[in-house]
């Protein structure tokens, strides 16, 4: 008797840069699903050439989105991925040991955070980046909520212990590319804020800018990376009092 099936979930918009490179890592998977959200590149053809399972739409909310792939699975467990991440050779054969013997619904995956060719380990967080994730789950455990960007993530079932090997994730090339994420995701974020209605007045953004920072920066050990950690903590401080600001000035 055959075990359970994993299937691997990829969604990208235009991400032909470095679709192929992620795909690759990702075949000792059962089922690759790739999520095609308004791709005008090259992404479906290099979808194709993985063999994936290709499903397309015009989705406006990341959480749409990663639910219309989850659902795509046919697979007893899910791993997924961003096009920006790349699972080694050990953390394959870990996930694979996963899925045959967990009794678990879920395990956390550690990540290692680039940018560039620098690793960046410590003082992720606050909607900045992530230092692991619940990116192995049996299907059905895990969903997503409406968010634009950071959307909730909603959970059943136990956890069960975090995996050891860590997933490869090219956060940034430099700090343009930081600035620019900043930019896209405040954005997105004071759009939620324009439909739902903002709760806090300013002075509270105003007050995260320093409890963001001291959670990345000193909680998070942000410090043991010199200027790359400093830059992390400004980020995940700014983003809440940018994204309340432009809700706040500008239009839609």
């Known amino acids: 008797m055959s ?22 890592g990702l075949a000792f998977a059962d089922e690759i699903v790739v999520a095609l959200d308004r ?30 792939g989850i659902a795509a699975c046919s697979g007893d467990w899910i791993l997924e991925v961003d096009a920006d991440e790349r699972v080694g050779s050990e953390l394959a054969a870990e996930i694979r040991e996963a899925v045959r ?9 550690p990540v290692d955070n680039y940018i560039g060719k620098t690793l960046v380990r ?9 230092s692991a994730y619940p990116g192995l789950f049996r299907k ?4 997503w909520g409406k968010g634009r960007v950071h959307p909730q993530i909603h959970l059943t079932g136990r956890e069960g212990t975090p995996l050891r090997h860590r997933l490869v994730h090219l956060v940034d090339r430099n700090i343009s590319d930081m600035l620019r994420r900043l930019d896209s995701y405040t954005t997105a974020r004071a ?11 300013t002075w509270k953004y105003v007050r995260r800018i320093f409890s963001r920072f001291y959670k990345c920066y000193v909680r998070r050990k ?6 790359w950690g400093l830059l992390i903590a400004l980020m995940a401080g700014l983003y809440p009092i940018v994204s309340h600001l432009k809700a706040k000035l500008e239009a839609d």
């Open 101 to 109: 013997q967990s009794s678990a619904d879920r395990h956390l995956i």
């Open 3 to 24: 075990g359970p099936r994993l299937s691997a979930l990829v969604t990208v918009h235009n991400e032909e840069r470095q679709l192929a490179e992620c795909l690759a």
């Open 39 to 68: 791709c005008t590149d090259g992404s479906r053809a290099i979808a194709e050439r993985a063999g994936a399972v290709i499903i397309e739409g015009a989705w406006t909310r990341e959480g749409e989105r990663r639910n219309a």
């Open 140 to 143: 059905g455990s895990k969903s």
């Open 191 to 201: 759009r939620d804020l324009r439909e739902t209605g903002d709760p806090d007045p």
């Open 122 to 130: 410590y003082g992720w967080g606050a909607s900045f980046g992530k």
């Open 222 to 227: 942000g410090y043991r990376e010199g200027g």
